[in-house]
């Protein structure tokens, strides 16, 4: 590798961390995206379509009663004239370096606390929607005010939405995630951590989180069926979050044998 190549590749690590906020740092790798390999494409709104869907989140208990829901998730989606159908590891690391996460991220907690509104009222009864929360969302300093007011005007409990968050976006400044995350939870917001055990995994910290769930990241789920390494990280994982008092959520669960 020569000077060039090493300045370019660090231009883009910095460019990617530089939202992350103070004190962080970020490896350079091959799967970061270059500020210009179709950002414009995908960062302008009026090129891309944004979609938000929303997934069931099935209790286990439904194998003894059928239909038991423990809540529902949304899901972006995204589609470019240019481009085509993007998958959310390739739009949303771009909307975060961009700064677009941010208004993304305002408009989707919005429509889902719309949507869930509108079902409630059609006699839908949900226990709640979930919403991704991102770093750069949990490092604004007007965060808990723009929250405030979409409840408000939404007529939202509080109660019926959860955020989930990373275990890297937590980690990246402590203090901030800890602030945000007990004001969350005291407003009786359900906070949780999603793709527990793929990144620092400081399982000390939960004992200081506010947070309700775990969230086995589909990495482990997968391959349940064949790969004991994953059966026993997630039977690992399910042990010890009721001893936390925290519930846990398997990602992805897609065959009888990874319900099993």
């Known amino acids: ?71 529902v998730k949304v899901l972006l989606r995204s589609h470019s004239p240019e481009l085509g159908w993007i998958p959310p590891d390739r739009f949303i690391p771009i909307a975060a370096e961009t ?15 719309w949507q869930y509104q509108q079902w409630l009222g059609g006699g839908v009864i949900l226990p709640n ?35 989930e968050i990373t275990e890297t976006a937590m980690m990246l400044n402590f203090d901030i995630p800890y602030n945000v995350l007990s004001q969350l939870s005291e407003r009786g917001i359900r906070i949780s951590v999603e793709g527990f055990g793929t990144g620092y995994a400081a399982f000390n910290y939960l004992k200081t989180w506010t947070v309700k769930s775990l969230k086995i990241d589909r990495s482990f789920v997968r391959d349940l069926a064949s790969d004991p390494s994953d059966r026993s990280i997630a039977k690992a994982l399910a042990a010890m979050a009721p001893g936390l008092n925290l519930g846990t959520i398997a990602q992805a669960i897609e065959t009888p044998a990874q319900w099993q």
Do not use: H
């Open 99 to 113: 700064g677009l996460i941010l208004p993304l991220g305002k408009w989707i907690l919005e429509q889902a606390c």
């Open 129 to 163: 929607i979930a919403v991704n929360l991102s770093a750069r969302q949990l490092c604004q300093p007007t965060l808990i005010a723009k929250i405030d007011r979409i409840l408000e005007r939404t007529e939202m409990k509080p109660k019926y939405l959860g955020l």
């Open 1 to 71: 590798m020569n000077v060039d190549t090493l300045l370019k590749n660090a231009d883009i690590a910095l460019y990617r961390v530089k939202g992350w906020g103070r004190n962080t740092y970020n490896f350079y790798t091959a799967t970061i995206p270059s500020p210009e390999s179709n950002t414009e494409a995908i960062e302008n709104p009026l090129n891309c379509v944004w979609k938000a869907n929303a997934c069931c989140i099935i209790s286990l208990r439904s194998i003894c009663f059928p239909g038991s829901l423990a809540g």
